[in-house]
């Protein structure tokens, strides 16, 4: 990782030697409190049902034993406690409570269908505002998982079933748009091993949930990335390449998704069907016909559209990198039928306080937004005129953002606001802590310089609670340890550094490399500072018996 580290040298060597703030320690903020979970643990406990536990659903990745929620919409939040029995019938189940008088009172049990919790979260669901309550059953491997979901009935005064669903994965996803608070929902159904027919949906008041195809080309782009991925690594396999072209078309690509189809048709597909095949590859057709001259692409990594003409989007081909000067760089290419590319052009994307004019680059100006300048820089080749009036014409039609809607995940965000919380409290314990009148108490010890930590950070104890909210009981013995924080006269000391990063995990993007249950590995894509050039931080969760936690190493991101 990038990270801006400061060693501080201190030349006396006495008790009280170094008296001064590091400066990056004033930009740091003491952790703000809410109610402590294990305060609450225990408060609550003696409510839980005669042989059962707190037990932590295996989805939203982030989520612990509890969560407070307004579910009937009095502007109080109601407390939801999941837990597990322990006997040989693994009965999970819920428990509402309300805040009566200070104290947390039972006002619903709720019983759970399967033998595992899969999912526990609100969300507004029927988008009036008020968040309804989503508990997911696991069922079993081959029959997956069933969604109860719950709304808040003011006549009756209590939550009511408002319906349920069955699904083997799911997604629950937010507008980015905010004046849209009504939540998506994303359902994956097995067909068979890693293969899922998906669906996007939204609540109706009338007819319960229907497809919401207004918001395909925002989600069906990530399903095509996960068949293209599993299309890739097993070429042969025909059924890949039928679900990547079904993806395509729900994306808004049929030029991408008939040559996947394509693909798929000269292998010997029996699952699914040559007339699924050919059934599909008809729709796509038909698309095609249906399509106006140019067709909109997204590019993600970038935020900016651009248009292609019909004739050259099926062999329209980017490649992204980072330059070497920190901006962000899209090679555009064409392939050609020998399967060389042909050079177009290159968009390169710089910080605007890291440089003084993008002319200054051999480029010209495309636009700007609060933080970031594009420019476009053309390539001289051998293209007849035809050719490079089609290429200035793609130019012109770039434009910032997207061409359509864009989701947000629920489970990303609560997993990335972990993550930003570890770093935060991370960064704090390296900064020190809160430091009486300003003053830094250092001394030398084994012969290294350590300073003395604030008196929020002084004991042990104090550390491993800041610790404990976002990481494992594993990983902060092990940053104990390899830190270097020492006992010394009564107070705990660390060796006298301090810094900061200049990663940006609010914008990171999430991608899951490994689930193994109750353990499951990440990838960030993380930007530096406002630009787009990203590093990739790996970072493994673990469900613990206090909800969900890091399990790697404070500072490893």
């Known amino acids: 990782m990038l990270r801006l580290v400061l060693f501080i040298l201190c030349s006396a060597v006495l008790l009280g030697g170094c008296n001064f703030v590091p400066e990056p320690a004033t930009l740091i903020k ?272 970038a935020d900016f559209t651009l248009a292609v003409p019909k004739s050259l989007a099926a062999n329209l081909i980017l490649k992204s990198e980072a330059g070497s000067n920190n901006q962000f760089i899209v090679n555009v290419y064409s392939a050609l039928e020998n399967e060389n590319l042909s050079f177009l052009f290159t968009v390169e994307v710089y910080q605007k306080d890291w440089i003084e004019t993008i002319e200054d680059y051999g480029l010209s100006r495309l636009f700007e937004t609060d933080t970031l300048i594009y420019g476009i820089r053309k390539h001289e080749n051998d293209h007849s005129q035809t050719a490079k009036d089609m290429t200035n014409k793609i130019i012109s039609s770039i434009r910032p953002g997207a061409y359509f809607e864009k989701l947000k995940s629920l489970e990303e965000q609560n997993l990335l606001k972990m993550v930003q919380t570890a770093e935060k409290n991370y960064w704090y314990i390296t900064s020190g802590g809160k430091m009486e009148d300003g003053l830094i108490e250092s001394f030398t010890f084994n012969d290294m310089d350590y300073r003395y930590m604030g008196s929020d950070l002084d004991t042990k104890e104090k550390v491993v609670d800041l610790l404990s909210s976002t990481f494992t009981s594993k990983a902060i013995h092990q940053y104990m340890e390899m830190a270097g924080i020492v006992e010394h006269n009564g107070k705990l000391a660390q060796p006298n550094a301090d810094g900061g990063s200049i990663a940006d995990f609010k914008r990171a993007s999430v991608f899951l490399t490994k689930d193994l249950g109750p353990e499951k590995e990440f990838d960030l894509k993380v930007p530096l500072g406002d630009g787009l050039v990203t590093e990739t931080v790996h970072i493994v969760f673990r469900n613990t018996d206090k909800g969900w936690r890091i399990d790697s190493l404070p500072g490893s991101f």
């Open 30 to 301: 003491a952790p703000q409190y809410a109610e402590a979970s294990d305060d609450l643990l225990i408060k609550t406990k003696e409510l839980l049902p005669a042989g059962t536990i707190y037990a932590a659903a295996s989805q939203p990745v982030g989520g612990d034993p509890f969560f407070q929620v307004d579910l009937d919409g009095d502007g109080n939040n109601e407390m939801v406690i999941l837990y597990q029995s322990i006997g040989k019938q693994e009965q999970p189940g819920a428990l509402i409570l309300k805040k009566v008088k200070d104290e947390w009172e039972e006002v619903t049990e709720i019983k759970g269908t399967g033998y595992e919790i899969s999912w526990a979260s609100s969300a507004d669901i029927t988008g009036d505002g008020k968040q309804e309550l989503l508990l997911g059953w696991k069922i079993g491997a081959s029959a997956g998982n069933v969604l109860d979901i719950f709304t808040w009935d003011s006549q009756k005064g209590g939550l009511e079933k408002l319906t349920q669903l069955n699904y083997h994965e799911m997604e629950i996803l937010y507008p980015e748009n905010k004046k849209d608070s009504q939540a998506r929902i994303a359902i994956w159904q097995r067909e068979m091993a890693d293969v899922y027919s998906t669906e996007l949906v939204r609540w109706d008041p009338g007819t319960g949930f229907q497809q919401d195809y207004s918001f395909y080309p925002a989600y069906f782009s990530k399903v095509a990335e996960y068949y293209e991925a599993r299309a890739q690594a097993v070429p042969n396999a025909s059924y890949y390449w039928y679900y990547l072209a079904e993806a395509r078309l729900k994306e808004g690509h049929p030029e991408q998704a008939l040559q996947a189809i394509q693909r798929g048709m000269n292998l010997k597909a029996t699952i699914p069907s040559s007339a699924e095949f050919e059934k599909l590859k008809r729709e796509i057709e038909e698309r095609l016909h249906q399509e106006g001259e140019t067709v909109n692409y997204y590019v993600k990594e």
